[in-house]
């Protein structure tokens, strides 16, 4: 035959070779070789066992059944190596694709098997666990410096006096600063007041027996005695009260809950760690049978996105197109016509 009709085919390995016989049977009783061009990559087509002599007719067909999504060319149009001619809708495959390129880059990076995704999840749980245990400690730890602090205060004179009334000190103290808060009684005008100095901050009072007032920001209280019983002007509450009977006990309480933090957080760290090394280890171990199938199920799945295509297999003119948007192409039915201008 003069014009002998060419059936070019691309679809998956796996496939191959059923279609290769389904094209033999075409190409024997029905003297057309029905199909579209392999393509190989930036969509130049090498196959060498291919030649397209000038003046060949090409007749291409999708080789699945699927609707028309697309029509790009006309008949009497010029067409390239390589342009696309026609797609039919190819969501489907596209996310395919999508999915099997994520799989094969997980496979890469060593990030596909059971055992990853175990030992990632047990570095997750190892972080929580840390970020947890110092979050914990550290309410710890301040809870007992604010117990620390908190070691029953007193007023105490500034000078040294023997015969002297204190006031009474209540409340929970709150600034987490250790110094002095220093107390100065005064009259004004006849009436008894206080002025507050030393870590926290100035304020003033009016001294009553009966009600306790703040001293200023610090969560504490005072309530002095009967003025005619005062005999002191300047008081001193240390913070914390060194002198008080619960200062050992909270201090020693205060110190082991910090080496208790050192080592809580220490394991936690630990943990960690392993976890990071044993997740790094399996990555780096990624098993070559994880990699094979992953490069088979993206060529499967650039196979099926392809077969989605038809693309010109060489320069030349668009001699017939039969298909339109919407309709449904039928597997191996001639839709496209290219008659090859190659100078082959």
């Known amino acids: 035959m003069k014009n002998k009709i060419k059936k070019i085919l691309e679809s998956p390995k796996i496939i191959i070779s059923v279609v290769f016989l389904v094209a033999v049977v075409i190409g024997v009783f029905a003297y057309k070789f029905v199909g579209y061009a392999p393509k190989i990559n930036n969509n130049n087509f090498e196959d060498s066992s291919i030649v397209l002599k000038d003046g060949a007719t090409i007749d291409l067909a999708f080789p699945k059944t699927g609707r028309i999504n697309a029509?790009?060319?006309?008949?009497?149009?010029?067409?390239k190596k390589g342009q696309i001619l026609a797609n039919l809708d190819f969501t489907d495959a596209q996310g395919a694709l999508e999915i099997a390129k994520a799989n094969y880059q997980k496979i890469i990076n060593g990030a596909t098997s059971a055992d990853i995704d175990l030992a990632k999840a047990a570095v997750q749980t190892a972080q929580v666990n840390l970020d947890t245990v110092i979050k914990q400690q550290d309410l710890a730890v301040k809870s007992a410096y604010r117990t620390l602090?908190?070691?029953t205060p007193e007023a105490l004179p500034t000078t040294q006096v023997s015969d002297y009334i204190a006031p009474i000190i209540t409340g929970n103290y709150i600034l987490d600063k250790e110094g002095d808060i220093n107390l100065t009684?005064?009259?004004?005008?006849?009436?008894?007041?206080?002025?507050?100095?030393?870590?926290?901050?100035?304020?003033?009072?009016?001294?009553?027996?009966?009600?306790?007032?703040?001293?200023?920001?610090?969560?504490?209280?005072i309530k002095f005695p009967q003025m005619?019983?005062?005999?002191?002007?300047?008081?001193?509450?240390?913070?914390?009260?060194?002198?008080?009977?619960n200062y050992i006990p909270n201090y020693n309480a205060y110190l082991g809950a910090e080496e208790s933090q050192k080592r809580l957080v220490e394991v936690a760290q630990v943990n960690l760690d392993q976890a990071n090394k044993a997740l790094a280890l399996?990555?780096?171990?990624?098993?070559?049978?994880d990699v094979a199938a992953a490069t088979g199920s993206l060529s499967v799945a650039q196979g099926a996105y392809d077969n989605d295509f038809i693309y010109a297999p060489a320069d030349g003119v668009v001699t017939m197109v039969n298909l339109s948007v919407g309709e449904i192409a039928t597997a191996n039915q001639r839709v496209v016509s290219v008659i090859a201008k190659n100078n082959k």
């Open 149 to 151: 602090l908190n070691s």
């Open 71 to 79: 029509v790009y060319v006309k008949q009497g149009d010029v067409v």
């Open 185 to 221: 009684v005064y009259n004004t005008g006849g009436t008894p007041n206080f002025l507050t100095s030393g870590i926290i901050e100035n304020s003033t009072g009016i001294i009553n027996a009966n009600t306790s007032q703040p001293l200023g920001n610090s969560g504490l209280y």
């Open 228 to 245: 005619n019983n005062m005999n002191v002007s300047n008081w001193t509450i240390s913070i914390p009260n060194k002198k008080a009977t």
């Open 282 to 289: 399996k990555v780096a171990n990624a098993r070559p049978e």
